[in-house]
């Protein structure tokens, strides 16, 4: 069948997930660290241990396994912090303290912060889609008031028709809850629908869900190794899904 909807994740697909979130875990990473009272030589190695556990350092750079990328191993997870704290010899529930504080975004901050951001190319690859009839919906596992943030700032927003954040009752990925949702509303069969993400956790949602398609770009993860495995086209960043042959034939 051919394709007629598209679902798109957000962090780490339509961005370069490092280079917008870097930052901002360090920032609440290193704000945390005040509140346990770790010496100073060692709050630069402590900080660096735990934001590799959940994924992206101060320097942008990101790891597949991470919290952020793989929230289907939270029990993996788990036991990564565990052994931070133990190794830094911290209260875990200290530790508790600290990825709530992540955890807890500050829309007026992240507002602040992307207020200056550009996200070239982004909103071509939605007016292109729209102009050839896709009907598009993005699932996240942010917050609503985030997403619909980073959705004004990247001029997308008129293009989405439908929206499933954490914040929704649909269960997050990789459960197809939400693809079914999408199916449901738009009236499309699950193989009518392209998912295009950067996450394995992605691509399980569209083989689970049994979507037509399943494209990965490396803006995130980068994980090209564990995405080839399960996605049917890879891309080293949205704007290059243009030159795609099954959703955009015309461009090739």
């Not at 289907?72 to 990564?80: E, G, H, N, T």
């Not at 980068?222 to 891309?235: F, M, W």
Request: aromatic share 10%; with cysteine; net charge neutral.
């Amino acid at each position: 069948m051919a394709i007629k909807g598209i679902i798109f994740d957000k962090d780490g697909t339509l961005f370069d997930y490092g280079k917008v979130w870097g930052p901002i875990v360090r920032d609440a990473i290193y704000a945390g660290l005040q509140t346990i009272h770790i010496p100073d030589e060692r709050k630069k190695e402590c900080a660096h241990d735990f934001m590799k556990v959940l994924g992206v350092d101060e320097e942008g750079n990101t790891y597949p396994d991470g919290v952020i990328f793989r929230h289907d191993r939270l029990i993996a997870a788990f036991f990564r912090v565990l052994k931070v704290t133990l190794h830094y010899h911290i209260n875990p529930v200290k530790v508790g303290m600290l990825f709530r504080i992540f955890l807890s975004k500050d829309e007026k901050g992240i507002a602040k912060r992307i207020s200056t951001m550009e996200f070239p190319g982004v909103a071509e690859v939605f007016q292109e889609a729209a102009s050839r009839g896709y009907r598009m919906g993005i699932v996240t596992n942010d917050s609503t008031v985030s997403t619909e943030l980073f959705l004004d700032r990247m001029g997308i927003k008129k293009y989405i028709t439908f929206l499933r954040t954490k914040d929704s009752h649909a269960k997050p990925k990789p459960n197809p809850e939400a693809l079914r949702e999408f199916c449901q509303e738009m009236g499309f069969e699950s193989s009518e629908v392209a998912i295009i993400g950067d996450t394995l956790v992605d691509m399980e949602f569209g083989l689970q869900g049994k979507a037509g398609y399943r494209i990965a770009v490396l803006t995130g993860s980068g994980d090209i190794e564990g995405l080839g495995k399960k996605a049917d086209a890879i891309y080293p960043t949205l704007h290059d899904v243009l030159k795609d042959p099954v959703l955009f034939p015309e461009n090739r």
